[in-house]
T-cell receptor, first 115, second 111 residues
């Protein structure tokens, strides 16, 4: 039972354009969502998060949108840069932002930003 | 060290052998997690340690998998009688409050 789904395994965009990565979840108890970025041979690194009490969180070029009714979130990167090329994982928690509970991860989306 | 350290970084083992994977969390982090990423798959939760509480083992795929955390610090993940489907990258993470960090993982290949 995949509680967090990233249905697009890969995405390719041109440098300077917007990258939109999508994530769907099924568990209505999830109250905190995170995006992680992973380069080859490295561990995932935290990128941005959003609490279920919000519908948008912005940090520089990265914005996460949450649509609770649709159980959908998305990560927007604008403008996209070649250094953004990586695997992006969506994750969800039902323990709020305390980081003391396990995270459920999606399958990941490989983003390629072409110069 | 400054980050989560995992060893070995790569491990090739023969089917049926036992393996031990090690994780050194960030000093002071009370929570420790093991995940694995199989080829083409997302990060699959395995086990979670929080302080002195009983670990959450709900993600361990079979009784061949076990983990311990000694002294609230270093953790070892043991896989007995390895099978080819155990081949994956095993990732460890530790956290304290709102900070969660991952190690670079151990790539396990069972031949």
């Amino acid at each position: 039972d995949q509680q967090v789904k990233q249905n697009s395994p890969s995405l390719s965009v041109q440098e300077g354009r917007i990258s939109i990565l999508n994530c769907d979840y099924t568990n209505s108890m999830f109250d905190y969502f995170l995006w992680y970025k992973k380069y080859p041979a490295e561990g995932p690194t935290f990128l941005i998060s959003i609490s279920s009490i919000k519908d948008k969180n912005e940090d520089g070029r990265f914005t996460v949108f949450l649509n609770k009714s649709a159980k959908h979130l998305s990560l927007h990167i604008v403008p996209s840069q070649p250094g953004d090329s990586a695997v992006y994982f969506c994750a969800a928690s039902d323990h709020g932002s305390s980081n003391t509970g396990k995270l459920i991860f999606g399958q990941g989306t490989t983003l390629q930003v072409k110069p | 060290g400054a980050g989560v350290s995992q060893s070995p970084s790569n491990k090739v083992t023969e089917k049926g052998k036992d393996v031990e994977l090690r994780c050194d969390p960030i000093s002071g982090h009370t929570a420790l997690y093991w995940y694995r990423q199989s080829l083409g798959q997302g990060l699959e939760f395995l086990i979670y340690f929080q302080g002195n509480s009983a670990p959450d083992k709900s993600g361990l795929p079979s009784d061949r998998f076990s983990a311990e955390r000694t002294g609230g610090s270093v953790s070892t993940l043991t896989i007995q009688r390895t099978q080819q489907e155990d081949s994956a990258v095993y990732l460890c993470a530790s956290s304290l409050a709102e900070s969660r960090a991952f190690g670079s993982g151990t790539r396990l290949t069972v031949v």
